[in-house]
């Protein structure tokens, strides 16, 4: 592999922050298996074992990414734009954070027209409208008829009246 | 009562109005799904897990495995006239499906295709049906130990074995592995990873993890590359038919695609995209024209096609035989027959006969639904690859949504989704595979009861995992197809195995 462009500098600064991240999971694990009451049984494995387990599993693989990005350059990777993925996490965010509130209806229209514009959709009246039409037809059909319980708020109060 | 027998009474169970309409419902679904970018099979299942909670669950598995087929129908669609696959399996169909369109010939290609889906599903599904009581048998002698060892290889097979890094692989798994651990230990009522937040000793939903890293981490990770450039979508010119000369050269890449396909599916060795690669690649070396290949060759659309539903069906043999999933999808399916409190396996055979065989006699009906759907009808399919990327990912986010809050609507349940999208995301972005996280999820709570039953058998040996022969011949496939790529790819070669390696569905 030859070195392309910014991206390829070696090492590959990327794999440090997984490698790390990945240790952190694993000696939480690791921790959590020592923490719990580990009742063995017959069987000399108990419910902090697998944890514990799994955790240096993590913890060695976590040390073999930081070997292999001081090792190998990373590879070439697409620029990624900051902009689309804002109006895409904050749309999900004011989502989760506003839906018991305002129903599900209000919550798919927000999360539809912050989608649409993160994928470039700019006529904002037009992907509102849809948002809306779209979340009434899904609380209709998945909420009234097929009887799943889905966050009801002012505007399903006043069509559905519940 | 003899497979004919079973199967007999299975189409009885199959021809009812409501299991029709299932099954009707399924495949326009998976044909759906499979025709537009950016969602498959996997995610479709998880998105009804919770929808179906209260519906009949014949009709509902019905409905699964309808999606699963019909994804592998529609799939083709897309590669053909769009160039993007439409799901995983269909990546290599679009090398010479989209040269064949932009040649005028799509209709042939897309005829091909859908021929080819048919007679391979037809053939696999009557495999499965004459193979599963045999492996059920086999599956009889099987202990904890033994189904330890097989599902440790179906972990190897399902990160390790192909994709660009063993390394890579692995810690999607042990990511999987870890979230399955959140939550009320099965054996002993101890709580894990909680830590006191009650919301979370449910442990993670299956429908939360695969709608964040199939919906959520797919847009995200779309939406980051900026507007989409623009591959047209190209009009079908001509009838959706075949010519004399297309037929003689489709059928027998149709069979050697399903002959490729099935024991592809059905041992744990990975899903459809590997059939369909080694389809293609067997179809390049036989053909007698060469000089085709990369230019429009019908067999590079026949075998690949048939192999992918040919291995679509091979998949359901684990799976139904002994509750073991070696694809994304076929482990969210598993995740269904749990919702209804059924587990596949050799018991299933026994105690709800009319279930399992009135499923695989559905799929025989689906796969006649999905012919009609998608050669006269294949137009309308077409309309769908004009949805206009902006509409189209908002309405698959709001369906993904859904999901979720029809599991289980607490704010921390939407918290996990929006994080384990985010995580989706970087690791699409830095090269980690999807589909063993989910695999991981699903599979490794079964891993470790077994495993823990398997020592208690043996009063906390732990030799006694080894002293089977099946559980060790299967722990020694394990490692050899953990250490084989290995060297593989240090010796160059690897470049084989990550062409295949994008398993998502």
């Not at chain 1, 999971?25 to 009742?39: D, F, H, M, Q, S």
């Not at chain 2, 074995?161 to 870890?178: E, M, N, Q, Y």
Request: charged share 10%.
């Amino acid at each position: 592999m030859t070195p392309q462009g910014a991206q390829g500098r070696r090492p590959d600064g990327a794999a440090f922050v997984i490698a790390a991240g990945l240790v952190a999971l694993g000696a939480l694990l690791v921790w959590e298996g020592g923490r719990i009451p580990n009742k063995q049984g017959y069987a000399g494995v108990g419910p902090g074992d697998v944890p514990w387990l799994v955790g240096w599993v993590l913890v060695a693989l976590g040390l073999g990414t930081a070997w292999q990005g001081w090792r190998n350059p990373g590879p070439p990777r697409p620029k990624q734009q900051a902009v689309p993925l804002l109006w895409l996490l904050g749309g999900m965010g004011v989502m989760v954070a506003t839906i018991h509130w305002i129903g599900f209806v209000l919550g798919a229209a927000i999360l539809f027209t912050c989608a649409a514009a993160a994928f470039g959709e700019r006529r904002f009246p037009r992907a509102i409208l849809s948002g809306l039409a779209l979340g009434l037809f899904i609380y209709l059909v998945f909420d009234v008829l097929l009887q799943l319980n889905l966050p009801a708020g002012p505007i399903e109060m006043l069509i559905f009246g519940r | 009562m003899d497979t004919f027998g079973f199967l007999m009474q299975g189409l009885a169970t199959a021809f009812e109005p409501m299991m029709l309409l299932y099954a009707l419902i399924g495949v326009v679904l998976g044909t759906a799904v499979g025709v537009l970018p950016g969602i498959g099979p996997a995610l479709t299942v998880a998105l009804l897990l919770p929808v179906t909670y209260g519906l009949d669950p014949a009709g509902s598995l019905i409905m699964f495995a309808g999606i699963y087929y019909g994804g592998m129908y529609g799939g083709s669609t897309t590669s053909i006239l769009l160039n993007t696959p439409g799901e995983s399996a269909s990546v290599i169909t679009a090398l010479e499906g989209n040269k064949m369109a932009r040649a005028g010939r799509g209709g042939p290609a897309l005829a091909t295709a859908a021929i080819g889906s048919f007679v391979a599903g037809l053939i696999a599904t009557l495999l499965l049906a004459f193979l599963a009581p045999h492996v059920v048998k086999l599956a009889l002698v099987f202990g904890p130990r033994e189904y330890f060892a097989l599902m440790v290889l179906a972990f190897v097979t399902v990160s390790a074995a192909f994709g660009d890094s063993a390394l890579k692989g692995l810690v999607s798994l042990f990511i999987g592995l870890a979230l399955a651990l959140v939550g009320i230990d099965q054996l002993t009522g101890q709580a894990r990873l909680s830590f006191g937040v009650p919301q979370l000793l449910d442990g993670v939903e299956v429908t939360t993890l695969a709608v964040a890293m199939f919906a959520l981490g797919e847009a995200l990770f779309v939406a980051a590359q900026g507007p989409d450039g623009g591959n047209g979508v190209l009009a079908i010119k001509g009838k959706v038919q075949m010519t004399a000369a297309d037929w003689a050269r489709s059928w027998k890449a149709w069979l050697r695609g399903t002959a490729i396909g099935f024991p592809i599916g059905s041992m744990p060795a990975g899903g459809a995209d590997i059939a369909s690669f080694l389809s293609y690649a067997t179809e390049r070396n036989l053909t007698k024209h060469p000089e085709e290949f990369g230019k429009g060759a019908i067999e590079g659309v026949a075998g690949p096609e048939a192999a992918n539903n040919a291995a679509a069906a091979g998949t359901l043999v684990p799976l139904l035989t002994l509750g073991l999933p070696t694809t994304a999808t076929a482990a969210i399916m598993l995740a269904g027959f749990q919702q209804f409190g059924l587990q596949p396996g050799p018991l299933l055979f026994a105690s709800a006969p009319q279930l399992v065989w009135g499923l695989i006699a559905s799929l025989l009906v689906a796969n006649v639904m999905l012919l009609v759907l998608n050669l006269p009808l294949i137009r309308f399919w077409v309309l769908l690859l004009r949805i206009p990327q902006p509409w189209l990912y908002g309405g698959i986010l709001v369906f993904a949504t859904l999901g979720t809050l029809g599991v289980n609507p607490s704010v921390v349940e939407l918290t996990m989704l929006v994080l384990f999208g985010t995580l989706g995301y970087l690791m699409r972005l830095y090269g980690y595979p999807i589909a063993p996280v989910v695999v991981g999820l699903i599979l490794g709570p079964m891993a470790e009861q077994q495993l823990r039953r398997a020592l208690a058998i043996a009063q906390g040996d732990p030799l006694t995992l080894v002293q089977s022969p099946v559980a060790a011949v299967l722990l020694g496939l394990a490692a050899v197809a953990l250490i084989l790529p290995m060297i593989l790819r240090a010796r160059g070669r690897g470049d084989v195995l990550a062409q295949v390696g994008t398993a998502e569905d």
